[in-house]
């Protein structure tokens, strides 16, 4: 038997319509203000673009007007139709990207600058996201959380990147590589801190580049002109030879010193 109980009549115009709402009342209405009609116009535009800014911007009005609406005392019906406003948008962008799964996209083929062919190209990756999401099922985990799919994403691109980064480590110009990319950080660091000095600090700077070298090289020639046979000390090869040799006749006229005198050299 056919119930014809009539249903509950209801004053909520958002039960039959989730963008059917009643306006924020205003107080004083002015030409750019958030008159009803305004306020529908933007919800039915936030339905179709899902931007809040495009949205108020086909209505001529600010976004911070809008969210200023949305914070009204009375403005719970106009915040419940914005979310189902979201919604839809959120809607059409699953329903294009499940056309995208489905059909794939066009590609072009061009040769010599000339249109040669055309063809669909499927996004397999797509297709498993809609698979493993809309039956989790029969090709996800079981007992999966919503974000497994991009955790297991991330742990391979993890994988991926740790491969190319050994393989660039074994390459035999990698240590090259290295110091080019620190000596070309330098260089631009260098660069930007002296676009922020004043020519006058450059010009110190650079009096206290000169004078530091003549500083190293007068303090080389005194340790040099001290230690002539030391060439860790500033020594030069000529001085060595020149030390090695009174050395070594030192070292012969003290042997026949010795035997002259009867006495053996130290051993």
């Keep these: ?14 039960a039959h319509d989730p963008l059917a709402f009643t306006p924020v009342p205003r107080a004083a209405p002015r030409s750019n203000g958030w008159k ?10 936030l339905a179709q673009s899902g931007s809040v800014k495009a949205a108020a911007a086909s209505v001529g009005r600010s976004t911070h007007g809008a969210y200023l609406l949305r ?4 403005a719970a019906s106009f915040a419940a139709a914005w979310d189902a406003a ?13 056309t995208r799964a489905l059909h794939g996209t066009e590609r072009k083929l061009v040769s010599a600058g000339k ?3 055309t ?7 797509l297709a498993m996201f809609f698979l493993r999401t809309r039956m989790r099922g029969t090709y996800g985990t079981p007992n999966a959380r919503p974000d497994a799919i991009g955790k297991m994403e991330l742990a391979r691109l993890k994988k991926q990147w740790r491969k190319e980064w050994e393989e660039e480590r074994r390459s035999p110009d990698a240590e090259e590589r290295a110091e080019r990319i620190v000596r070309d950080f330098c ?14 600090t450059q010009d110190l700077y650079a009096a206290y580049l000169a004078s530091a070298a003549e500083d190293e090289a007068r303090h080389i020639a005194e340790r040099t002109s001290w230690y002539p046979h030391n060439k860790l000390l500033g020594g030069s090869p000529a001085a060595e030879e020149e030390a090695g040799a009174e050395a070594a006749g030192a070292a012969v006229v003290d042997a026949e010193w010795d035997e002259e005198v009867g006495e053996a050299p130290d051993a």
């Design 71 to 74: 914070r009204h005392p009375e």
């Design 187 to 200: 260089l631009r660091l260098r660069a930007q801190k002296e676009a922020l000095e004043s020519q006058k």
């Design 119 to 125: 063809e669909q190209v499927h996004n397999d990756r």
């Design 86 to 98: 979201i919604d839809c948008a959120l809607a059409q962008l699953e329903d294009a990207t499940l």
């Design 36 to 45: 009803p009609h305004v306020q529908r116009a933007f919800i039915e535009a």
């Design 115 to 117: 249109l040669v062919a």
């Design 1 to 14: 038997m056919t119930d014809h109980t009539p249903l509950p009549a209801t004053t909520d115009p958002a």
